[in-house]
């Protein structure tokens, strides 16, 4: 049977790569996940690089440039502006240092926090109340499956990590981006 | 239908051993080159798994070549690196990036013809009626 790879890592690994090579590659993507991030949003929206410069009234050499840079060279500036392009949000938070079971429970208190403000908010009217209900039966079953899809990769490979997370919009076709670090960068739609 | 469970793409690399052992060579020989190649498949492949349309996925550094295939290139990463090509074709139906070679400008008329050969025959083997 011919193999497949899930990951260019795991392809890396078994094409022989040498190992330190291979780890750097890794750790040069890891510096990039701001702008690999900002490539993917412009491409789910269906972008080519020159429409996104078209709508950021700048040159298409700029937006390539945006998409190859280190997340340490990025300004908030192209967040802002790429976001506006895409009808996003931008969110920055810096939290503390937290062990990965403590940051489970930090988004777990946040989703309670809003799903009781969504049932504060549509209890007045009876057609929110059924609409609300039934994104709460929607949203347990997915907590679920995502829980269940974390509990099948503990016999995976273990990826490497960087300090940051970058995260986006869950949208029509989207996975919960659930990674949790120091610093979150998210563009909210 | 409300409750389907959220969609995983789940698109996979596959490699030939043509493609697994000039890797090897250049990873070797020019790794910065490899390196410039590797990161930005990461890229398209992570694009393309939340995508899930290769048509969608454009950038400088993609280059269109015959029967469906594309090139990522080292373009953008500096001036200093030798002219390289990653080549792969999205196999839609099967979800299947495949990676048929990699090279560089001196061997881009062979790696191109090796690589639409594959598509070619990977197409014709799935028109032939199965007996």
């Known amino acids: 049977m011919e193999k497949t790879f899930n990951s260019v890592d795991e392809m890396l690994k078994a094409s022989g790569v040498d190992d330190g090579f291979r780890k750097d590659i890794q750790e040069e993507i890891n510096k990039k996940q701001i702008a690999q991030s900002l490539f993917s949003l412009?491409?789910?929206?269906?972008?080519?690089?020159?429409?996104?410069?078209?709508?950021?009234?700048?040159?298409?050499?700029?937006?390539?440039?945006?998409?190859?840079?280190?997340?340490?060279?990025?300004?908030?500036?192209?967040?802002?502006?790429?976001?506006?392009?895409?009808?996003?949000?931008?969110?920055?938070?810096?939290?503390?240092?937290?062990?990965?079971?403590?940051?489970?429970?930090?988004?777990?208190?946040?989703?309670?926090?809003?799903?009781?403000?969504?049932?504060?908010?549509?209890?007045?009217?009876?057609?929110?109340?059924?609409?609300?209900?039934?994104?709460?039966?929607?949203?347990?079953?997915?907590?679920?499956?995502?829980?269940?899809g974390a509990a099948k990769k503990l016999h995976e490979p273990k990826a490497l990590q960087s300090g940051l997370s970058v995260s986006t919009s869950l949208n029509r076709s989207d996975n919960l981006d659930t990674k949790m670090t120091d610093t979150n960068v998210e563009c909210v739609r | 239908m409300a409750n389907e469970p959220m969609k995983q793409n789940g698109w996979k690399l596959k490699t030939t051993e043509k493609y697994d052992?000039?890797?090897?060579?250049?990873?070797?020989?020019?790794?910065?080159?490899?390196?410039?190649v590797l990161e930005r498949l990461e890229a398209y492949f992570k694009t393309l798994n939340e995508c899930n349309e290769p048509q969608q996925v454009t950038g400088a550094w993609i280059h269109p070549e015959p029967h469906g295939v594309k090139a990522i290139?080292?373009?953008?990463?500096?001036?200093?690196?030798?002219?390289?090509r990653l080549y792969m074709f999205p196999h839609k139906k099967e979800l299947i990036l495949l990676l048929p070679t990699i090279g560089d400008k001196n061997s881009q008329k062979e790696d191109i013809k090796y690589c639409s050969d594959i598509v070619q025959k990977l197409i014709a083997d799935e028109i032939k009626p199965k007996v």
């Open chain 1, 42 to 148: 412009r491409c789910k929206e269906n972008l080519t690089q020159a429409q996104m410069a078209e709508k950021l009234k700048c040159s298409q050499s700029r937006i390539s440039k945006i998409e190859n840079s280190y997340d340490k060279d990025l300004c908030v500036g192209d967040l802002l502006d790429y976001a506006a392009a895409l009808n996003l949000n931008v969110e920055i938070g810096i939290v503390p240092q937290m062990k990965l079971v403590d940051k489970i429970k930090y988004h777990a208190f946040a989703i309670k926090h809003y799903a009781e403000e969504l049932a504060h908010l549509a209890k007045e009217d009876k057609t929110m109340v059924e609409g609300v209900s039934r994104f709460f039966y929607d949203a347990v079953f997915n907590l679920v499956n995502i829980v269940a």
């Open chain 2, 73 to 84: 290139t080292e373009k953008g990463k500096g001036g200093a690196l030798k002219a390289t």
């Open chain 2, 21 to 36: 052992s000039k890797l090897k060579w250049f990873c070797k020989k020019h790794p910065n080159e490899a390196r410039a």
